[in-house]
């Protein structure tokens, strides 16, 4: 397939440009999905938050039962090592993974001895200070962690999220609002929100449902610290709908501010700003 931007692969010791093949038809990640990632940044130099992603990764991996075999400071040193393939004004993705290779017990569940290990760079430009979106409520929900693996970054949870994504842009948003499984408020398809009242930030409470996601966390700390009230809690959809102003925060384009939700058309916000402006300041430290 051509058409993909600048990548580079670390497996099994070596960098390979372009998108190496990596599974074959028996390989069990490719039809029983035992498969984790994780996403970190470059931009501008800088890797915010990388150790953390790192961490989360190998915390995924056992999650899954596969076998991290990677340390963390193996992959921040791969990881810095793969940076310099690029041209330095290049935005990056940075993408570990790890996936099984054999069945195990069962067949469905893998052998974690047989898991396998690479790092994925490539060109993925960030969006720029003038990014926004708008958002609907999906049909689908997210899944309870009795029915999913949701306490990891885990490749199998994605197609749910895809499916949202595609159904309210079929509809003409951007992206779409999940609830859990109770009918609350949890995320967006594949980033963390956050909505505004008064001059008061307010996010879903990690509730076993999906990702307290490192953006996020980063965001809650750097909200505080500047002196902004930030409450974790239950959110119901109309207080969103009901709200000042929301936002979004994800690894791929950091923050997000919200133009719209359903019909409604939104302001971009003093407090969305003064987020975004929050992390990449953070990130450039």
């Known amino acids: 397939m051509s058409g993909w931007s600048e990548t580079w692969t670390w497996i099994d010791g070596a960098w390979q440009g372009g998108n ?5 038809p028996r390989t069990h990640a490719f039809w029983q999905g035992s ?6 940044r470059f931009f501008d130099g800088v890797m915010p938050d990388l150790d953390l992603h790192c961490q989360r990764f190998n915390n995924s991996a056992q999650a ?17 090592e793969g940076v310099k393939k690029f041209s330095s004004d290049k935005q990056l993705y940075i993408k570990p993974m790890y996936w099984a290779e054999e069945d195990g017990p069962g067949v469905i569940s893998c052998d974690p001895e047989s898991t396998r290990f690479a790092l ?6 960030m969006a720029g200070d003038d990014v926004s979106m708008s958002v609907t409520l999906s049909p689908f929900r997210r899944p309870s962690i009795e029915t999913m693996p949701v306490n990891a970054k885990a490749g ?3 197609p749910n999220g895809a499916r949202a994504v595609r159904e309210a842009k079929a509809r003409g948003f951007d992206n779409a609002v999940m609830l859990d499984t109770l009918g609350n408020v949890a995320e967006l398809t594949a980033a963390n929100i956050f909505l505004v009242k008064d001059g008061e930030v307010h996010t879903p409470v990690p509730n076993g449902t999906f990702l307290n996601g490192i953006t996020r966390q980063r965001m809650i700390q750097l909200l505080r610290v500047a002196g902004i009230t930030v409450y974790e809690r239950t959110v119901a959809y109309a207080e969103l ?29 003093p407090v969305s700003r003064k987020a975004r402006e929050l992390y990449f300041e953070y990130a450039h430290k």
């Not at 498969?35 to 970190?40: E, L, M, T």
Request: aromatic letters at 10%.
């Open 241 to 269: 709908k009901a709200a000042d102003e929301l936002f979004s925060t994800g690894n791929y384009n950091k923050v997000v501010p919200l133009n719209g939700i359903e019909e409604r058309t939104m302001e971009i916000g």
């Open 64 to 80: 899954l039962y596969l076998k991290p075999i990677m340390r963390e400071g193996e992959i921040l040193e791969l990881c810095a």
């Open 20 to 24: 190496p093949a990596i599974a074959g």
């Open 35 to 40: 498969s984790v990632f994780d996403g970190a």
């Open 156 to 158: 199998c949870l994605y």
């Open 120 to 125: 994925c760079l490539f060109e993925a430009p």
